[in-house]
């Protein structure tokens, strides 16, 4: 991926020449589509440079539900629109997540160590990259500004 300060102050440049209510509702559709693109991505069960997510350890002996609940992918419910928020304002867009996801998001972002459930010794989970630009998605951005601040 490329440098993401590149791209902020050239599109914090280009920003300004859009007038200050354009450029709140174009701040809000990027957000909206990075949001779309991010849940796709996470969907794929893909990491912004392309990788697959390390997959979960299998169960080891012990006393281990087997069932569908593992077999199903991971983070299907953290990607929905209830816990992905996306949203701007009038100098920046973001893309996050809210409440209790974002708690568990970060530990699998981050690889930290977490319970897995309340009373259990605490795992460290694999480092799985859940929300970063691709480099499609910093062109889109870039092109979306562009077509923007470019006259008709």
């Known amino acids: 991926m490329s440098d993401l300060t590149e791209i902020n102050d050239l599109a914090g440049a280009l920003l300004m020449r859009v007038a200050p209510g354009a450029r ?5 559709r990027i957000a909206r589509d990075i ?6 991505r996470i969907g794929r069960q893909m990491e912004p440079g392309g990788k697959r997510f390390a997959p979960r ?3 080891g002996t012990g006393k281990r539900r087997k069932g569908q609940l593992r077999e199903k ?9 209830k816990f992905l928020k996306a949203g701007a304002d009038q100098g920046e867009a973001w893309v996050g997540f809210s409440g209790r996801a974002a708690a568990i998001a970060r ?3 981050d690889g930290l160590p977490d319970s897995p459930t309340r009373g259990v010794k605490k795992v460290r ?3 799985r990259v859940l929300l970063g630009l691709t480099n ?9 500004i ?7």
């Open 35 to 40: 949001r779309k693109t991010q849940s796709d």
């Open 107 to 109: 530990v699998h972002q």
């Open 73 to 81: 992918m991971m983070f299907r419910k953290l990607r929905l629109a």
């Open 146 to 152: 562009l077509k923007a601040v470019t006259p008709n």
């Open 24 to 28: 709140r509702q174009l701040l809000r």
């Open 136 to 144: 499609g998605e910093q062109d889109r951005i870039i092109d979306v």
């Open 57 to 59: 350890k299998a169960p």
């Open 125 to 127: 989970y694999a480092q």
